[in-house]
């Protein structure tokens, strides 16, 4: 069983940067590919980023590839991302989700979410 609990969300202006985490309870946090997701307002769930349980891998979305970077660090069982350059369409409730198959899922657990809502 695994916990997830989002963090560091918040309302910011056009093209600064926030970094969100994503913190694991449970020992097994390593074995766990992480992914992150977010919904607007009216819209569907869609895919942001994901990294492998190693770190090594990652992959991302067209609309944040180079301006997000998902890392983790499993020590502290936790991901972080790192969104720079936000825009108004990034404004969404993001989630991060853990699973112990596939880089891009399914996933097994998913946190409450972190609000981030980006101010033209």
């Known amino acids: 069983q695994v916990q997830l609990v989002e963090s560091g969300g918040g309302l910011v202006q056009t093209g600064v940067s926030l970094r969100l985490s994503c913190a694991a309870s449970g020992r097994t946090f390593r074995n766990y590919a992480v992914g992150w997701y977010r919904q607007a307002p009216g819209k569907e769930r869609e895919f942001v980023a994901a990294?492998?349980?190693?770190?090594?891998?990652?992959y991302y979305a067209d609309s944040v590839k180079g301006r997000f970077t998902l890392s983790r660090d499993n020590a502290k069982n936790t991901a972080y991302l790192q969104m720079n350059s936000l825009k108004p369409e990034d404004t969404a409730l993001y989630y991060c989700?853990?699973?112990?198959?596939?880089?891009?899922?399914?996933?097994?657990?998913w946190g409450q979410g972190t609000q981030v809502t980006v101010s033209s």
């Open positions: 990294i492998s349980s190693s770190g090594i891998s990652t």
């Open positions: 989700a853990a699973g112990m198959g596939a880089l891009l899922g399914p996933y097994d657990y």
